[in-house]
């Protein structure tokens, strides 16, 4: 039998854990990472999870990793995003059945058929027969490779979302986007001096929200002097914190972030309403927030914006890939998960929903991880690991 060629794109978590099952289940793999394994875990490396060390190691993953000489973190502790690096994802990027199989640097530009256009082979069995064409973009120049499979675990980070109505941009954002940060700066740490004593606008009302009204929380502390707007689209408390959560990080956080949004936290003032309008001052920024009875302007030195991610569906934008209208996930698992949670409950109930909603109508092309969560952001990396052994238990 032939051995079957396999591309994975992206050297993140799930990329990682799925090249080093693959690779178990006889395929030819490549990863195709443009910059280095785990760029996007080093970006939040400050961040602690919520989530425990046993819930972001994959079983054959861990059993590697110790078969080399490594030792594994206690299972029930909560990492940061450092040590889930330095201590989980680099041992695994580094194992010797994985050398010569991770090019970073390569940024992969598109994905097609050899032998088909988009629009060709619609439903017909002879859109399988030829092999996938990767255009890469690397440090000596542009090249093609081939795969006979294709797995997109490139997630969502380097996406995040606009900061004005209707997820548009905010009038003037584009032209301020130097001094907006889209991901949870380390306000603690080596962002300190953009935000100790000055006046910053965050907007969002998410897991990655809270967490950055936490840690500036934390420099208001510190320096009294530093003050921060938390831009909310209405007063309804963000958060629903259960008494029983099993994870007691996540539960710190809602409990925080709905005292924060109700004003009770020192140096967090929450404003409900939209962004409309941003425009670069001399002396930083000016934000025009729509409110139920008008207009508020606020004068700023940073805006934070924790809004959300999406994905980049430019990948495959050659290929038959179904999507959904709402979360622009593949479909038939942006119905299923639509189906299980009514589109919410606990991300913790989930499960991955098997092989059947990993498919699409391009065969042999696969999403997996975040990305394949589209913009809702309920994906735990367990739930990847299963999307890992259905996958491949269905192409056997």
């Known amino acids: 039998m032939v051995q079957q060629r396999l591309a994975i794109l992206g050297a993140g978590p799930i990329g990682l854990e799925t090249a080093l099952y693959a690779l178990g289940k006889g395929y030819e793999v490549q990863v195709y990472e443009r910059d280095m394994p785990g760029a996007h875990v080093a970006r939040w490396g400050h961040v602690r999870l919520f989530s425990p060390w046993e819930m972001n190691r994959s079983p054959w993953g861990e059993r590697a990793v110790r078969e080399a000489g490594h030792e594994l973190a206690d299972a029930e502790a909560f990492p940061t995003g450092r040590e889930y690096l330095d201590r989980y994802l680099l041992p695994l990027a580094r194992l010797e059945r994985l050398r ?23 439903g017909d069995e002879k859109r399988a027969e030829g092999p996938f064409v990767l255009l890469l973009d690397e440090a000596d120049g542009e090249r093609y490779v081939e795969a006979d ?26 032209a301020a986007d130097r001094l907006i940060e889209r991901h949870i700066p380390d306000v603690l740490g080596t962002d300190r001096a953009q935000y100790e004593g000055k006046t910053t606008l965050l907007v969002g009302n998410g897991y990655s929200a809270v967490t950055s009204a936490h840690l500036l929380a934390k420099l208001h502390a510190d320096a009294p002097e530093t003050h921060v707007h938390w831009l909310l689209l209405d007063d309804a408390p963000p958060y629903a914190p259960m008494a029983d959560d099993p994870l007691p990080e996540r539960l710190a956080l809602a409990t925080f972030g709905n005292d924060a949004a109700r004003g009770q936290v020192d140096g967090i003032a929450p404003v409900f309403g939209q962004l409309q309008r941003l425009e670069l001052s001399n002396d930083g920024l000016v934000a025009d927030v729509d409110l139920v009875d008008g207009t508020r302007t606020l004068e700023l030195d940073r805006v934070i914006g924790n809004v959300g991610y999406k994905p980049d569906a430019s990948l495959y934008r050659e290929l038959q890939i179904h999507q959904c209208y709402a ?29 059947e909603t990993l498919v699409s109508p391009e065969p042999d092309f696969y999403i997996l991880g975040a990305k394949s969560y589209g913009r809702n952001s309920d994906f735990l990396l367990k739930l990847g690991f299963e999307q890992i052994e259905e996958l491949f238990a269905g192409l056997q």
Do not use: N, W
């Open 327 to 355: 979360s622009e996930g593949p479909m038939k698992l942006a119905a299923y998960l639509l189906s299980q949670s009514g589109g919410g409950g606990d991300c913790l109930a989930q499960t991955s929903g098997g092989f």
């Open 149 to 174: 499979i294709v797995i997109d675990t490139t997630g969502v980070y380097d996406q995040p979302g606009h900061l004005g109505p209707g997820g548009l941009p905010a009038l003037g954002e584009r």
């Open 100 to 122: 010569g199989r991770i090019h970073e640097g390569s940024k992969v530009v598109g994905v097609s058929r050899r032998h088909a256009l988009k629009g060709h082979y619609i």
